[in-house]
C-alpha cells in the first residue's frame, strides 16, 4: 500500500512534518509513506490554470493519484489551516484531473498551543469534503503541546499520542482497504 503525506508547513523543523516522518516509523512494512513537498507549487492563478499546469501542481496531482491515501498534517494558523495547505488544496481541486475525488484522507495536526491544531483540521474536514476527499472520521490526532512530545528529529515519543496515532493509522488501513472494496479495485 502506498501512502502520500502532506504537511501545511514549510518550515525546515516542522511539528506536522515530524508527524508524518513519526507515520513512517509506525506504519507496517508492507506500507510506504512518501511526503510531498509543496514548496514550489506556485500561488493559484487562474491566469496560469491552462493545461498543461505548472510542474509542481502537475507532480503533486499525480503523486495524490498514485496513493491509496493521503494522511495531511496540518498547522494551526490563526484558527485554520495554512495557506500554503489551502492553496496546494485549490491547485488539485482544478483542472482535468481532481485527484481528491473519492481519495481516502486522514487529517492530524500538532501545534505548540493546548488544542493539537482543532479548529484547523475541523476546517480542514470540511475542505477536504467540498473537494469530495473521503476523510476517515475516526479518531482524531489533537497534538497539543508538541515540543514537549517529540526528540531531536521532531518524532514523536509521547506513549499516549503514539498509541492514538497506531489506532489511527491502523483504522486507516481498513478504511482505504474498505473504499478501494467499494470502488471495485
Do not use: C
Not at 495524490?64 to 494558523?77: K, L, R, S
Not at 493546548?114 to 490526532?141: H, I, K
Not at 481498513?174 to 473504499?179: D, M
Request: proline share 5%; hydrophobic share 40%.
Amino acid at each position: 500500500m502506498k501512502l502520500l503525506g502532506i504537511s501545511g508547513s514549510l518550515r525546515e523543523s516542522s511539528y506536522n512534518t515530524g508527524l508524518l516522518t513519526t507515520a513512517s516509523t509506525l506504519l507496517p512494512a508492507d506500507v510506504t509513506l512518501t511526503i510531498a513537498s509543496l514548496r514550489e507549487i506556485p500561488l493559484y492563478d487562474g491566469d496560469i490554470d491552462n493545461e498543461p499546469q505548472p510542474s509542481a501542481v502537475v507532480l503533486l496531482k499525480e503523486q495524490i493519484a498514485q496513493a491509496d491515501g493521503v494522511i495531511i498534517a496540518t498547522p494551526e494558523y490563526n484558527y485554520s489551516y495554512s495557506g500554503v495547505l489551502k492553496n496546494a488544496i485549490d491547485w488539485a481541486s482544478r483542472g482535468a484531473t481532481r485527484p481528491f475525488t473519492d481519495k481516502p484522507v486522514a487529517v492530524i495536526g500538532a501545534s505548540p498551543g493546548n488544542f493539537g491544531a482543532v479548529r484547523a483540521q475541523t476546517d480542514l474536514r470540511r475542505l477536504m469534503s467540498a473537494v469530495s476527499g473521503a476523510v476517515l472520521p475516526r479518531p482524531e490526532l489533537l497534538v497539543s503541546n508538541v515540543h514537549n512530545k517529540i526528540n531531536e528529529e521532531g518524532i514523536i515519543t509521547d506513549e499516549a499520542t503514539l498509541k492514538v496515532y497506531r489506532t489511527l493509522l491502523t483504522n486507516f488501513i481498513e478504511y482505504i482497504n474498505h473504499s478501494n472494496l467499494k470502488r471495485g479495485s
